[in-house]
């Protein structure tokens, strides 16, 4: 996605979740983050015409981020 921003799906199941990888925000531990959608709802979006980027959850417990 550029700015070392990455989309990781995860295969081991047929929904395919996505999560969200962005090493530019808050601390390590939140780099990597769940998405709202998967795979599939993500490609129909992207088919649609939108172009949807990884949109981390804000933590603002975490003393670090």
Avoid: V
């Avoid at 795979?39 to 003393?63: N, V």
């Amino acid at each position: 996605m550029g700015c070392a921003i990455w989309w990781c799906i995860d295969l081991s199941t047929p929904e395919g979740m996505m999560r969200g990888w962005d090493p530019n925000r808050g601390c390590e531990r939140h780099y990597l983050f769940p998405e709202k959608f998967t795979l599939a709802e993500w490609l129909t979006d992207w088919l649609a015409g939108h172009r949807t980027f990884p949109s981390p959850q804000e933590t603002p417990e975490c003393p670090h981020c």
